[in-house]
């Protein structure tokens, strides 16, 4: 982190103090506690010191929770909001505390903290959909590249960012989508939709050009043959069609690609 040094030392002595406060979860707290935050938070007219910043402290990590849930709607489906709250959101932000002024993806390192730290016994299904909203999340939010044009065929191309080929164990795209068709408190006494055990299963997020965020599901082949351009250094079509026993439906997935500008040019 870097340190303006025209800060006078006080104010950043408080800033600090005020940060390291402000970043431990809401719980009552202690004799100690209360003394230190009395002696720096002033009394008001109704509420002591601790008690005011109490409030803020709540405000604060309730604003978390919340950023987090839009971020994940089909985990807090899956947990109901205190469980979510507390075995995810409360462990997640106290490992990877926010940095930046934005709650703008917020979330970007939980399905990675979710394999490293979570072994129910739901393990996989928790992976899976971690990962499938955040591919939602990618696909919104990531930028577009300047797309193929007509004769840049035979360049280095690179997938989009905003294009997310995943490979599933089941059908869980719609699984999500009947989850979300109702408030995830609604599933907290309510038997969860069957998921379509019939797999693997390759589907394609992605921002279409009117930014709706859409999903295809593509044949295993179509899938392999894309994720050869997730590759920021770029790949030529010739090298990824070398040793294809079948290549009829490469031309076919490249018009489509390039209809929904799924592929960028590799830029020096």
Not at 89 to 99: G, I, R, T, V
Not at 202 to 220: A, D, L, T
Not at 227 to 254: H, Q, R, Y
Request: hydrophobic letters at 40%; charged letters at 20%.
């Amino acid at each position: 982190m870097t340190i303006d040094p025209t800060v006078p030392q006080e104010l950043y002595a408080l800033q600090t103090w005020f940060a390291k406060w402000l970043s431990q979860p809401m719980r009552p707290y202690g004799s100690a506690a209360t003394r230190e935050l009395r002696r720096i938070v002033a009394d008001g007219p109704s509420l002591r010191g601790d008690q005011r910043f109490a409030i803020y402290n709540q405000q604060y990590w309730l604003r978390l929770y919340s950023a987090l849930q839009k971020e994940f709607p089909t985990l807090l489906a899956l947990f109901g909001d205190q469980e979510f709250n507390a075995s995810l959101a409360e462990p997640y932000f106290l490992s990877h505390p926010p940095k930046d002024w934005s709650l703008r993806r917020i979330g970007r390192y939980l399905a990675h903290w979710l394999f490293c730290h979570y072994h129910d016994d739901d393990r996989w299904l928790v992976l899976a959909i971690a990962s499938l909203d955040d591919a939602y999340e990618r696909a919104w939010w990531e930028r577009s590249l300047a797309p193929v044009q007509m004769g840049q065929e035979e360049k280095a191309l690179s997938l989009q960012p905003f294009v997310i080929p995943l490979t599933l164990q089941c059908d869980l795209v719609s699984f999500r989508t009947l989850l979300l068709q109702r408030p995830a408190e609604d599933w907290i006494e309510q038997p969860l939709p069957p998921i379509d055990p019939s797999g693997p299963f390759f589907v394609v997020i992605y921002r279409n050009p009117q930014h709706q965020i859409c999903h295809e599901v593509i044949s295993e082949k179509e899938y392999y043959f894309l994720k050869a351009f997730d590759n920021p250094l770029g790949t030529m079509i010739a090298d990824v069609c070398i040793g294809m026993e079948d290549a009829s439906d490469v031309a076919s997935w490249l018009s489509k690609w390039g209809a929904r500008q799924w592929l960028s040019v590799k830029t020096q």
